[in-house]
């Protein structure tokens, strides 16, 4: 509940429509071939939470969120955090980013350390090694191109702080043959 509140209140202050976009997807490869066509994201580069590895984010949802965030063991910050800004664009806030700026900033989550990323392409597990600093870029096909901002930088964060990122979508309730996932849909400003 928390989450879909949370994405709802970013997309309202974004302003992004979703006019025009598809509502359902049959398969998991449609949808990767969709994202990939359309937002140029290599289909072996998103994951998702699964909640087979990952029942805890049904119970204790995350404690803050961001489309870009930063997890390492139990901890959790996010780039308005890092920043301490969330009025300027992606490249700037990413810009500031620092090892030292997202260390100072992370916060305690009972969620964070027991989430595990699975490969949506190839089903792989994803968990951070311990002591691991990621940097995860939350994606939806409904935030359109708008919403692909932090992506789009996501290889500045990789070259400059040498951290990984992972791209996480939160389509589940849009992908039909995507069975464990949340199903929660994604409310989105019409205007």
Not at 7 to 22: C, N, P
Not at 29 to 47: A, G, M, V
Not at 94 to 110: F, Q
């Amino acid at each position: 509940m928390f989450l879909k509140k949370t994405l709802s209140l970013i997309v309202l202050l974004i302003g992004i429509t979703a006019f025009g976009q598809k509502d359902n997807f049959a398969t998991t490869k449609e949808y990767l071939e969709y994202s990939r066509k359309n937002f140029h994201i290599p289909e072996n580069e998103i994951y998702y939470v699964s909640t087979v590895s990952s029942d805890t984010l049904n119970d204790r949802p995350l404690e803050k969120f961001s489309l870009l965030m930063f997890f390492k063991n139990d901890k959790i910050t996010t780039i308005e955090d890092v920043s301490m800004n969330s009025a300027c664009p992606a490249p700037r806030l990413i810009k500031k980013a620092t090892l030292n700026a997202i260390e100072s900033s992370m916060a305690a989550s009972k969620t964070a350390g027991s989430i595990v990323f699975k490969n949506m392409k190839t089903g792989e597990l994803f968990k951070p090694d311990k002591d691991e600093l990621i940097a995860v870029l939350f994606y939806s096909y409904k935030f359109g191109s708008s919403g692909q901002q932090y992506i789009k930088e996501r290889k500045k964060l990789s070259e400059n702080l040498g951290i990984k990122t992972i791209i996480i979508s939160i389509d589940g309730a849009y992908i039909k043959d995507l069975t464990d996932t949340p199903k929660n849909e994604i409310e989105l400003s019409k205007g």
